[in-house]
Structures are given as structure tokens and as C-alpha cells.
């Protein structure tokens, strides 16, 4: 289950977020950048890929990493078409990773609607994937300052991203340790997590504060990634997939859930006080959605 699925616009007012003028921002520039992603995908009849994706984007979903972006924005005071630049980007590109993620794990689902590829194929899916990736760097062109260093950027953590899932299709259930397994999470959706915050870091000329960005990013897909096991067990044993819980029990732990989630919840709370250092309380989203879910772990004391 996705982390957009526990974030929703309410959240702000939970996690102690501003009054209503800047919930009005946040929720403004989140329809602004909804009708960028459409543009750039394309409008009217096009190509199956084109379509694929369109159905896609349609099909939902918390927007969690273009909600980074636009509340680190307005804490930071960038200027509205950055704000939509880096929030259109950071999600293109997480959605991109959905559909090629969906193919290659054979999940034949996604948002309670069939994955890309159950419904229009495999080499519609890889299409419609390249055209998201390719949207995610039309829209950042849209920041109009330092262009050149935000792309190089958003390539980085592209690399990253596919050095993890690489990673994570290499794996064997049965020799990886925690160290690995954690490296392997990381990779795989660290970057995309820890990406609104360092653009929105770059654009306000705070990048000395990006190493806490990217740290802040690595423990919190650390801390869901558990929480996510948690909840997914029976299903990976299945089919074999790589989870937290199933490495333990090959390690020998006897209490393995137990054991996943006082290291989920240590994730999240070292997330959330890494993301109250960040400049101008630019990260709170992250510490208050980090915070949220460590409660909803289950209970985390060993017997």
C-alpha cells in the first residue's frame, strides 16, 4: 500500500499545520499541478501510451511527494510556478516508477483498478512509463532558474531509483540481512522522497541543508517500508517477495514482527527530527506524516 494513502489534505490541520489561507495555497497549486501533468502528458486522442498513462494519473492517489514539495515550497517562499515545476516533476517521476514497478513485480493491481500493464500490455506500459519519466523534466523546466542543476539532480536520484529497484529484482529472500534489506529499500523510494525537498532546498539557495533532506528521506521509506511489510506478509511469502519481516524470521528472530516494528518506528521518529532541522520548518509534512504512522505501528515493546 502507498504512503499517499495515509495523506490526505485534512492532514495539515492534524499535524498542526498553518490556518486556512495556506491550506487554500496548498490545495490551489495542487489543481495547478494536476492540469500540468495532464498537459504534458497530452490531451484528446492519442497514443495507447498516452492514454495509459492518462488513465493512470486519473486513477488517484495521495499526490504525498507533490504535497512535499508544495508545502516546502511555501514555507521557503518560492515562487509559484517553481512550487508547480518541482511538485509536477517529483510525482510524474514517482508515477513513472509505479507503472514500470507494476510490470516487472507482475502486481496486476494498482489503486483498486488493474495495473497499466493488465489492462493495455507490457509494451504499452514501458511507453507509458517513458512518457511520464520524459514529463517529469518538461515540468521542471518550468522552474525557470537553474534549470540545468535541478535536471542534473532529478537525473541523480532517476539513477539511484533504478539502482535500487535493480537491487530489489536481484534479491534473494533468503541471503539478505537487515543491512541489506535495508539498502534495498532505501534505494528504491529514498530518493523520491528526499527529491521535493532538496529542489525546493536548491531553488531557495539552502542546498547546504540537502544531506538532511536526503537522510530525512532515507529513514522515513525505511520506517513505511516496514510499516508496509507489516501489513503485507502472508502476500510476499507467497510470492516469495522481499520483506522485512520474512528477513528476520530467516535470521532467527522470534519475534519478527516485533522485532520489524521497533526499527520501522526508530526510522520514523529519527525522520521526523531530521525534518524539524530543515530550514524554515520546510520539512514538517514529512515529520508530521512520519510521526502519524510510527503511532500506527503495532505495539513495538518485546515481550
Not at 484528446?44 to 488517484?60: E, F, I, P, R, Y
Request: aromatic share 4%; proline share 3%; hydrophobic share 45%.
Amino acid at each position: 500500500m502507498s504512503v499517499d494513502s495515509y495523506v490526505r489534505t485534512s492532514d495539515h490541520r492534524a499535524a498542526g499545520f498553518s490556518p486556512a489561507a495556506r491550506l487554500d495555497a496548498n490545495s490551489d497549486l495542487l489543481m495547478l499541478v494536476e492540469t500540468l501533468m495532464h498537459n504534458l502528458v497530452g490531451t484528446g486522442t492519442g497514443s495507447a501510451a498516452q492514454q495509459a498513462a492518462l488513465t493512470h494519473l486519473q486513477a488517484g492517489g495521495g499526490r504525498f511527494r507533490a504535497r512535499l514539495a508544495i508545502d516546502a515550497g511555501l514555507a521557503l517562499e518560492l515562487e509559484a510556478n517553481q512550487i508547480i515545476a518541482v511538485a509536477s516533476a517529483v510525482e510524474l517521476l514517482h508515477n513513472a516508477s509505479l507503472i514500470h514497478d507494476d510490470l516487472q513485480d507482475r502486481d496486476t493491481l494498482r489503486r483498486d483498478a488493474p495495473a497499466v500493464w493488465a489492462a493495455f500490455g507490457d509494451a504499452v506500459a514501458i511507453c507509458a512509463g517513458d512518457l511520464l519519466l520524459s514529463a517529469s523534466y518538461a515540468a521542471l523546466a518550468g522552474a525557470g532558474t537553474r534549470v540545468s542543476d535541478l535536471m542534473t539532480l532529478l537525473h541523480q536520484r532517476v539513477r539511484a531509483l533504478i539502482a535500487g529497484q535493480d537491487a530489489d529484482l536481484a534479491a534473494s529472500q533468503n541471503h539478505v540481512n537487515l543491512d541489506d534489506y535495508e539498502n534495498i529499500a532505501a534505494g528504491k523510494s529514498g530518493p523520491l522522497l528526499a527529491l521535493p525537498l532538496e529542489l525546493a532546498l536548491r531553488l531557495a539557495n539552502c542546498s547546504a541543508h540537502a544531506p538532511i533532506a536526503v537522510a530525512c528521506g532515507r529513514h522515513f521509506a525505511l520506517g513505511y517500508q516496514m510499516f508496509d511489510d507489516l501489513r503485507d506478509v502472508g502476500g510476499d511469502r507467497e510470492k516469495a517477495s522481499l520483506n522485512a519481516v520474512l528477513v528476520m524470521e530467516s535470521l532467527g528472530s522470534d519475534q519478527p514482527e516485533l522485532d520489524v516494528a521497533m526499527h520501522a518506528d526508530r526510522h520514523f521518529r529519527t525522520s521526523a527530527v531530521l525534518a524539524s532541522q530543515l530550514p524554515m520548518n520546510c520539512g514538517r509534512l514529512l515529520a508530521g506524516t512520519a510521526k502519524r504512522l510510527s503511532q500506527r505501528l503495532p505495539h513495538k515493546e518485546k515481550a
